[in-house]
Structures are given as C-alpha cells and as structure tokens.
C-alpha cells in the first residue's frame, strides 16, 4: 500500500513538476493540426476571415492581384489566428486569417493558470496601474515586417568549388643582397 502511494505521489510531482506543460503544448498543437486540416479541404466560414494589413517596402516586387494559399499562424494580442489567404503588393502585405477559438482558449487557461500558481492577482485593475510609455508617438510604435528576397541566380550550388590558380609567383626575384641597416 506505501508503494502505491508513493508511486502515486511522485507521478503526480513530476505532472506537477512538467508534465502539465507538455499536456498543455500537445493539446495546442493538436488545435493547431485540426485547424490546417479544416483549412486545407476549405471547412471553414468564409464570412469569419479577418484580413491583416503588414505595412512593408519593397519597390522591385511584382504585385500579386489576386490571393494564395498560405498556411501558418500568428497570435495577436489574446487571440491565434490561422493564416488562409496571402496577397502582397509594393507597399502592403495582405494576409487573409480564420480565428483558432479552441488554441485561444487552451492559451488564455495556460496564463490564468500560471497566474494562478504563482500568487499574480488577475483582476484587470491591478494589470492598469502599469507605468504608461513616454514620448510623442509611443502609441503607434510598432515594429515593421522587413522582408529579404534573395537572388539565386547569385549564389553558387552547394557542391560548387572555387579554385584560384596563380600563374605567377608572388615573389620578385632582385639580384643581389640587401641594403645595409644605417645608424
């Protein structure tokens, strides 16, 4: 009977200790999988999308006129999104998503849980009383989406090899010995 309570007691410290992380990361990841399997065979709402505009700079792109299929996610403020769609033009990003209410949920339980857990009041009043940002734009400061296209006309193949052959030898052959050192 001791051996089953300690066994017990110790699967329980080690759930406590990590396991509730990797239940919590398997149970996302699973939402993650069920959501691109409903994206990919087209079961979602087509009135739910949200478009996201990214505010980017690249002059020598060509406009695309019409969406793409794309697949990834992204997390804005308390809410995961699934990416559907894409379109890009010179200076906007464009990218069609169906919001992931199941991961949404999963996440917002994991931060009041670890809020929980270590004494963090949850109530939204204590969360105001943070210190505001300075400064005359500090509303709109946000970071910009910095895209790099790569030439691959440019780039060597992998099993490519330079060799450099000098035709000449580097040395000067002076006739002669040196000049003297003078003091």
């Known amino acids: 009977m001791r051996k ?3 066994i017990f007691l110790l699967i329980t410290h080690f759930f406590n200790w990590g396991g509730y992380m990797l239940l919590q990361n ?3 990841a699973r939402a993650d999988r069920h959501m691109n399997e409903l994206i990919s ?12 505009k990214v505010k980017q700079n690249v002059p020598g792109i060509n406009e695309c006129s019409d969406y793409r299929n794309v697949s990834g ?36 339980n994991n931060v009041i849980y670890a809020k929980q857990i270590n004494d963090i009041p949850t109530d939204k009043k204590s969360n105001d009383t943070s210190v505001k ?5 500090s ?5 910009q989406l910095l895209i790099n296209f790569l030439h691959f006309d440019s780039i060597p ?4 090899v ?16 040196p000049p003297e050192a003078l003091s």
């Open 4 to 6: 089953l309570l300690a």
């Open 157 to 160: 193949p992998r099993g490519a």
């Open 73 to 108: 996610s992204i997390q804005l403020r308390n809410a995961c999104y699934n990416y559907v769609k894409l379109k890009f033009t010179r200076d906007t990003l464009y990218v069609m998503c169906v919001p992931n209410y199941q991961k949404t949920k999963l996440i917002d």
């Open 139 to 143: 509303k709109y400061d946000h970071p």
């Open 26 to 28: 398997y149970m996302v």
């Open 41 to 52: 065979h087209d079961l979602y709402d087509p009135n739910s999308l949200v478009e996201l």
């Open 133 to 137: 940002k300075g400064g005359t734009d």
């Open 162 to 177: 330079k060799v450099y052959i000098l035709a000449a030898s580097p040395f000067i052959p002076i006739p002669g010995q």
